[in-house]
């Protein structure tokens, strides 16, 4: 680790605990927990046959996003991503409106991840409504008390979480690839998707890839962190979009495309009872909760220290800047998870996602037009970046208008 680095950890009173391993299970828990299983039946809904294809694109995109996001990271040798990379460039007044975008954003799919998780729950307990809130109220609580406990211990959470569901949906794709049955996979018997349904999905789908970025706020908290940005984060987004796209074949031809569109929020379960029944069923139930709240976590940690950077540097209320004596964010903590629970309420995942998705493809098109601004190596990427990003926000305008 270099001497600017570890003077940064130091100063910062933060533990610096993220290895690879730990930094890889945090992007990967941020994306898939909020991901396949908020979104499957969203982008199948639009993309129908091509949901796979989206997946995919969107994974391509992700992938260059993440390197302009690790080299610009890496070059500024700070936290904070978007918000950093442009007080780096001196527009501070388009970062202080960028930082508070980001926070509500996060806070945002923070609530999307527990509905996911209260709806999972209740759905596996064939419980009532107010169990499902309930359970999703609870979800952003526990998790809030862990990362109030320190890195090290939601470290250790997310490693757990992240093992274990990617084993059980890489399980349920198997089981689906084995059935081969490319029928399944359409929407409509003789109304199959056009290409255009694939980009359409792309746009949609999008929100799934939210989360390898959150390892821009975790720099500090990262043991030599150059080198640990640059393997983690491109390694988190591989694994996510293989895990997508087996997963999206492979659960559509279990439940086939229409019952997975007409169980949106429940999806992967039902699929999971096709596979293996009643033991699928609550298998694919524990993992969707497991991953939403590793999601939750991941979130979590990741805003709160991003809007402990910004209040450091005056750009957030000095609220967000208080810190226990682990060197945890506890006001920080304590105010997103709180607002997030208020919005856990208003439900509706197919508007959130969709919503969610368009800011983060306006985020990433941001960042990679400046990292070809700031010309980091092989910023050829960023251009394949910067383009993706952009027609993915066009398609998911003109879907949402209607046109498409």
């Known amino acids: 680790m270099s001497q600017e680095e570890a003077g940064h950890g130091s100063e910062s009173g933060r533990e610096q605990v993220l290895g690879v391993?730990?930094?890889?299970?945090m992007a990967v828990g941020g994306m898939i927990g909020g991901g396949i299983f908020s979104t499957l039946g969203v982008v199948i809904s639009v993309a129908g046959e091509w949901a796979w294809l989206s997946f995919l694109m969107g994974g391509v995109?992700?992938?260059?996003?993440?390197?302009?996001?690790?080299g610009l990271t890496r070059q500024i040798g700070k936290a904070g991503g978007s918000y950093a990379y442009l007080r780096a460039l001196g527009r501070d007044r388009l970062a202080r409106v960028v930082v508070w975008v980001l926070v509500l954003g996060y806070t945002l799919t923070v609530a999307v991840y527990a509905v996911t998780f209260g709806a999972y729950a209740a759905y596996a307990l064939s419980a009532?409504?107010?169990?499902?809130?309930?359970?999703?109220?609870?979800?952003?609580?526990?998790?809030?008390?862990?990362?109030?406990?320190?890195?090290?211990?939601?470290?250790?959470?997310?490693?757990?979480?992240?093992?274990?569901k990617l084993a059980i949906l890489l399980g349920l794709a198997g089981i689906g690839l084995a059935h081969w049955a490319p029928d399944r996979l359409v929407l409509?018997?003789?109304?199959?998707?056009?290409?255009?349904?694939?980009?359409?999905?792309m746009g949609v789908v999008f929100?799934?890839?939210e989360g390898f970025q959150l390892l821009?706020?975790?720099?500090?908290?990262?043991?030599?962190?150059k080198r640990t940005i640059a393997r983690a984060m491109p390694a988190a987004i591989v694994t996510t979009a293989v895990t997508y796209i087996v997963v999206a074949i492979g659960a559509a031809m279990l439940a086939g495309a229409s019952q997975i569109v007409a169980h949106k929020e429940v999806a992967l379960?039902?699929?999971?009872?096709?596979?293996l029944g009643t033991f699928g069923f609550l298998a694919v139930s524990l993992a969707a909760t497991f991953s939403a709240a590793s999601a939750i976590n991941a979130t979590i940690f990741a805003t709160a220290r991003l809007a402990l950077q910004a209040a450091e540097e005056g750009e957030m209320p000095a609220a967000f800047a208080r810190r226990d004596s682990e060197g945890a964010p506890w006001a920080g903590t304590v105010l997103i998870s709180a607002v997030a629970m208020g919005l856990t309420l208003i439900g509706g995942i197919e508007a959130l996602v969709e919503g969610a998705s368009f800011v983060f493809l306006g985020v990433f098109a941001l960042v990679n037009w400046i990292a070809i601004e700031r010309r980091i190596p092989h910023h050829w990427a960023a251009m394949v970046g910067l383009a993706g990003s952009g027609g993915g926000a066009v398609m998911l305008v003109l879907h949402l208008a209607g046109q498409v």
């Open 188 to 201: 409509e018997a003789n109304q199959p998707v056009g290409f255009a349904g694939a980009l359409v999905g």
């Open 21 to 25: 391993g730990g930094a890889w299970a």
């Open 216 to 225: 821009s706020y975790d720099y500090a908290d990262m043991k030599d962190a």
């Open 269 to 275: 379960a039902i699929a999971g009872r096709e596979a």
């Open 61 to 70: 995109i992700a992938l260059a996003t993440g390197h302009s996001y690790s």
């Open 207 to 209: 929100m799934a890839y």
């Open 128 to 164: 009532p409504a107010w169990i499902r809130d309930g359970a999703a109220l609870a979800a952003i609580a526990l998790l809030a008390g862990v990362n109030l406990a320190g890195a090290a211990k939601a470290n250790t959470l997310e490693k757990v979480a992240v093992w274990g």
